[in-house]
Each structure stands twice: as structure tokens, then as C-alpha cells.
């Protein structure tokens, strides 16, 4: 069944972030941010290692040796510009408090922060990675959910660790996790056999510098607006197959 492997993925993102916030008001302040901090290092370890992509011989041979970083440059300025003009991270962030506002009226303004920042943190780190994207397209071609499986294992303990931290803002995470990664599936469906490796590693590796500007936020080192960023996971496959066919 195509599909499943988003189905299972949300449902361990709510169970993990369910599990976490009942644990998470018994942990001392300075312990939730060692928490936080852990799954920023984390996420730059990723982060770091997804954009091995760069080195993809499909890849190379597509755009040249020196041309990866070039596409996936050109991907993060072009996506940077269009998506700060769409005001995408503003967006995310007031979906986030529209969300908040539904499920826990009457809180005070700090409580409504923490769960914008969970809900914006954690769709970013669940939707930007590698599984994410490679195990919904294999789901759409019908290759199986395995990647998905492990994916949902994976996130199932972030998210417990994040809620932890941030609150009831991680479960609603599922929305956009779910939105994502359904839609990744059905172009997977219809579209899988335009998508071929090289422009797959383009998108990984664009995918991979998003996750270190999450791991960034994360420590709270920069507020790296990544939701601005996200029209570069499009960009980076066109300009892929602009640079091959030139080449070509």
C-alpha cells in the first residue's frame, strides 16, 4: 500500500511526542536544554553527512565535478530569494500559532513561542532529511517502505526527545510531515522515472546544508531562516537538469 510508510511515520511522531511532553514537565529546565542542544549536534552530524551527496558519481557525471556545488548553491540563492519574498518561515510560524491557539487557548504568550518553535524545528528536521525524501519517492514507486520504517523509528525518538523540550508544538509536526512526505510519495507514483539519480543527489545535498541551518537553530547559534529556504529542494533538480542538458 502506497501511502504506508507516511501513515506509520506520523503515528510515531505523535506517540514519541506524546511520550515526551508527559516526561517532559518532570525535567529540570537546564536539562531540557541539554536535550535540545544534543539533537542540535545531532542534526549538524546529518546534516554533514547528507551533503556527501555532492560526491554522487551520477551526480558528477550529470553536472561536472565542479558544478554540484555550483547547482546547489544557485538552488539556495534562487529558493533563498523566492521564498523570502513568499514569506514562507512567516508562514510556517503562523501556522504554528494558529495551531496553538486552536488546541491550548488562553495560555500565556512564552507557552505560545515554545510550541511555534517545536512545530517549526521539528517539521524542518523531520522533512528536510534524506529518508524523508528518498524513502517517500521509493514508497511512490513501489519499492517498499523500509526507508520510511526507519525513518518513523527514527523520528519516533526525536520526537519524544524534542517534546521533552519544546512541547505539544513537536506533535503537530505530523501535519506537515504528513503533507510533505504524501506528496513526495505521489510524484514518486507519477513521476518516477523522470527522477533519475543525479537530480535525486542534488536534492539530497541541497537537503543536507538546509539540515545544518536546523542544526544551527537548534543550538541557538543563528535563527537561520530555513523555511525561506525550502523552494531551493525544488529549485536544485531543475537547475540539475538545466546544467545536464546544456552540457549534454
Same mark, same amino acid.
Given at each position: 500500500?502506497?501511502?504506508?510508510?507516511?501513515?506509520?511515520?506520523?503515528?510515531?511522531?505523535?506517540?514519541?511526542?506524546? *511520550?515526551?511532553?508527559?516526561?517532559?514537565?518532570?525535567?529540570?529546565?537546564?536539562?531540557?536544554?541539554?536535550?535540545?542542544?544534543?539533537?542540535?549536534?545531532?542534526?549538524?552530524?546529518?546534516?554533514?553527512?547528507?551533503? #556527501?551527496?555532492?560526491?554522487?558519481?551520477?551526480?558528477?557525471? =550529470?553536472?561536472?565535478?565542479?558544478?554540484?556545488?555550483?547547482?546547489?548553491?544557485?538552488?539556495?540563492?534562487?529558493?533563498?530569494? =523566492?521564498?523570502?519574498? *513568499?514569506?514562507?518561515?512567516?508562514?510556517?510560524?503562523?501556522?504554528?500559532?494558529?495551531?496553538?491557539?486552536?488546541?491550548?487557548?488562553?495560555?500565556?504568550?512564552?507557552?505560545?513561542?515554545?510550541?511555534?518553535?517545536?512545530?517549526?524545528? =521539528?517539521?524542518?528536521?523531520?522533512?528536510?532529511?534524506?529518508?524523508?525524501?528518498?524513502?517517500?519517492?521509493?514508497?511512490?514507486?513501489?519499492?517498499?517502505?523500509?526507508?520510511?520504517?526507519?525513518?518513523?523509528?527514527?523520528?519516533?525518538?526525536?520526537?519524544?526527545?524534542?517534546?521533552?523540550?519544546?512541547?505539544?508544538?513537536?506533535?503537530?509536526?505530523?501535519?506537515?510531515?504528513?503533507?510533505?512526505?504524501?506528496? *513526495?510519495?505521489?510524484?514518486?507514483?507519477?513521476?518516477?522515472?523522470?527522477?533519475?539519480?543525479?537530480?535525486?543527489?542534488?536534492?539530497?545535498?541541497?537537503?543536507?546544508?538546509?539540515?545544518?541551518? #536546523?542544526?544551527?537553530?537548534?543550538?541557538?547559534?543563528?535563527?537561520?531562516? #530555513?523555511?525561506?529556504?525550502?523552494?531551493?529542494?525544488?529549485?536544485?533538480? *531543475?537547475?540539475?537538469?538545466?546544467?545536464?542538458?546544456?552540457?549534454?
Amino acid at each position: 500500500m502506497r501511502g504506508l510508510g507516511t501513515i506509520l511515520n506520523v503515528v510515531a511522531i505523535l506517540v514519541g511526542a506524546g *511520550l515526551g511532553v508527559l516526561i517532559g514537565h518532570r525535567l529540570p529546565e537546564r536539562t531540557r536544554r541539554t536535550v535540545t542542544d544534543a539533537l542540535g549536534l545531532v542534526t549538524l552530524v546529518i546534516g554533514g553527512l547528507t551533503i #556527501v551527496a555532492l560526491t554522487d558519481e551520477d551526480y558528477v557525471a =550529470a553536472v561536472g565535478s565542479g558544478g554540484t556545488l555550483l547547482v546547489v548553491l544557485g538552488a539556495l540563492l534562487i529558493g533563498g530569494i =523566492a521564498g523570502s519574498l *513568499l514569506r514562507i518561515e512567516d508562514r510556517l510560524e503562523a501556522f504554528g500559532g494558529w495551531l496553538q491557539s486552536r488546541f491550548s487557548r488562553g495560555e500565556p504568550s512564552a507557552s505560545r513561542a515554545r510550541f511555534i518553535e517545536g512545530f517549526v524545528d =521539528a517539521s524542518l528536521v523531520f522533512c528536510i532529511g534524506p529518508l524523508a525524501i528518498l524513502g517517500s519517492l521509493s514508497d511512490g514507486l513501489g519499492q517498499g517502505i523500509d526507508q520510511l520504517a526507519l525513518k518513523s523509528t527514527l523520528d519516533g525518538f526525536a520526537s519524544l526527545a524534542f517534546a521533552a523540550s519544546l512541547g505539544w508544538g513537536v506533535a503537530a509536526s505530523a501535519i506537515a510531515v504528513g503533507i510533505w512526505q504524501g506528496t *513526495l510519495t505521489l510524484l514518486g507514483a507519477l513521476l518516477g522515472e523522470f527522477m533519475s539519480a543525479a537530480l535525486i543527489a542534488s536534492l539530497t545535498a541541497t537537503g543536507g546544508v538546509l539540515l545544518l541551518g #536546523v542544526g544551527l537553530r537548534l543550538l541557538h547559534l543563528r535563527q537561520v531562516p #530555513v523555511g525561506d529556504l525550502l523552494p531551493a529542494l525544488l529549485v536544485a533538480p *531543475l537547475l540539475t537538469a538545466l546544467v545536464a542538458a546544456v552540457r549534454g
